[in-house]
């Protein structure tokens, strides 16, 4: 394979798209090996078709404010691939929504469906829409908006996207309602919807938990468990929510969270009814960490930086993109942390990485670690094709066994001569071979 001259034409392609190209060249340097070894994949010329998504659906995003003023957005969905399921992944509502970002997360989440064991393929999409400061009924109007173009090119079997950064069970509820207006059908087109309406018990808390579920996996590898751990968790989101329940309840201390203004250092522990005040934070209008410190005097709010300054065992990344560069990357191999386990999309630069990775620090990939919130929005799909609703044991228990599945497919596919699990390579590695070889089975289309 060549690599070089692979990246090249993309960049000519695709100028300026700088996470996408990151993500697609650090999933290709892992495979180098496989495909060299596979010239049946070359033959066929599955990575070339695998980089680019089958179809980019654009649209524009029109919706009034309280005020009655026009507002137009932009909106998108990324159909990557679909050799092993439907189409499936995440809306992100964010001002810096674009259609590398987008790219890249379709790109990451065909490898990280395929790990999940769950018959989905990738896709993304979303919009520059910013909810924050929007009141209930501007989110409304826009989801509906949304909704208008979007419905065209979705369906149950085909394309089934769910939340991400700025859409949860609020956003899902009201694009829903207007799919089912618009088609008159109640189906499973959407996951993450609410329990009352084919909701799955567990996946509000999915993606979290499954990164503790993931973590406790690497941490085992080394005799270790997170009872009496320190932790380090960013964003107060979705994810960092539901890992600071998981880390608490596993007898580990969660010390940070935070925003986009800074972070908040609680030595005594966020746990408890502290985890519930994140959500009330992250719903608040003002979307900032700084109220935790006025709420509870013991901690304290640091502006502008990033928790990884801070000395802990175990490092959850949970809130955006390359938000761990390799400073933050040095501070945390000075302070003696152990793991870092990525809840959010690629939060770390690939600088970061190679620091982390060269110093043996255990280091689980997004695609890997996160897996287990798409992982269940399969299993709410199973449950709407069943039209059937699991307990909210049952289907913690499959989560948990999927995540533990995933964690031995990285060991085997990505442990090195040494002894290291390179889970980036053993990640990359597993969720390439079942897409590529579905691709080679069903023909070049
Ligand atoms: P939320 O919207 O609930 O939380 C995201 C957090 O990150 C917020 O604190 C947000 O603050 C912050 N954030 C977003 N963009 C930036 C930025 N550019 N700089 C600094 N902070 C930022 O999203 P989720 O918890 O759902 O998602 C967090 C991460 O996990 C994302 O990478 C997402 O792709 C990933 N993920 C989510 C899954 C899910 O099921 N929800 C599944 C797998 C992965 P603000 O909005 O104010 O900027
Ligand atoms: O990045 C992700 O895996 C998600 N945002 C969840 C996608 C999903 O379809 O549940």
Not at 74 to 103: D, E, M, T, W
Not at 408 to 424: L, M, P, S
Request: net charge negative; with cysteine.
């Amino acid at each position: 394979m060549d690599l070089e001259r692979i990246m090249n034409d993309l960049e000519k392609k695709h100028p300026g798209e700088m996470e996408y190209l990151q993500a697609v060249r650090e999933v290709l340097e892992s495979l180098e090996d496989v495909v060299n070894q596979n010239p049946q994949f070359e033959a066929a010329g599955i990575i070339d078709r695998l980089i680019e998504p089958d179809r980019v659906l654009s649209f524009k995003v029109p919706w009034l404010d309280d005020n009655g003023n026009v507002h137009v957005n932009l909106g998108y969905r990324v159909q990557f691939n679909n050799a092993i399921g439907p189409y499936k992944g995440g809306l992100r509502f964010h001002p810096s929504v674009n259609l590398s970002i987008l790219k890249f997360l379709g790109f990451e989440q065909i490898f990280k469906n395929s790990l999940t064991t769950l018959p989905m393929g990738g896709g993304k999409g979303g919009s520059d829409f910013d909810p924050k400061g929007k009141s209930d009924k501007e989110i409304m109007r826009f989801c509906q908006s949304f909704m208008l173009e979007l419905w065209k090119i979705i369906g149950p079997e085909t394309d089934v996207p769910a939340g991400d950064i700025g859409v949860g069970g609020r956003e899902i509820g009201y694009m829903y309602g207007m799919y089912k207006k618009l088609t008159r059908e109640h189906t499973g087109v959407l996951t993450g919807k609410g329990l009352n309406w084919g909701g799955s018990l567990i996946r509000p808390e999915a993606t979290g938990y499954g990164t503790v579920y993931f973590a406790k996996e690497m941490l085992a590898t080394k005799g270790e468990t997170f009872e009496g751990k320190t932790v380090c968790i960013s964003g107060f989101g979705n994810v960092a929510w539901g890992a600071a329940q998981k880390v608490t309840e596993f007898g580990g201390k969660v010390v940070t969270i935070s925003g986009p203004d800074g972070y908040v250092y609680d030595a005594d522990g966020i746990s408890g009814e502290k985890i519930e005040y994140m959500l009330e934070l992250r719903a608040s209008n003002q979307d900032i960490v700084q109220p935790y410190a006025e709420e509870f005097p013991e901690a304290k709010f640091v502006a502008g930086k990033h928790p990884w300054e801070m000395k802990c065992d175990v490092a959850l990344p949970c809130a955006t993109q390359n938000e761990l560069n390799e400073e933050d990357a040095n501070a945390l191999v000075a302070n003696g942390c152990m793991c870092v386990a990525e809840g959010a999309n690629m939060p770390s630069t690939p600088g970061a990485v190679e620091i982390l990775q060269a110093n043996k620090i255990l280091f689980g990939p997004g695609k890997a670690v996160n897996a287990g919130g798409v992982a269940t929005s399969g299993l709410e799909m199973s449950q709407n094709a069943m039209k059937l609703n699991w307990r909210s044991g049952e289907v913690d228990e499959k989560l948990h066994h999927i995540m533990q599945s995933i964690h031995a497919t990285c060991v085997k596919n990505g442990t090195e001569e040494d002894g290291y699990v390179n889970y980036v390579k053993g990640a990359n590695i597993a969720g390439f071979l079942k897409v590529a070889n579905s691709m080679l089975d069903q023909g070049i289309l």
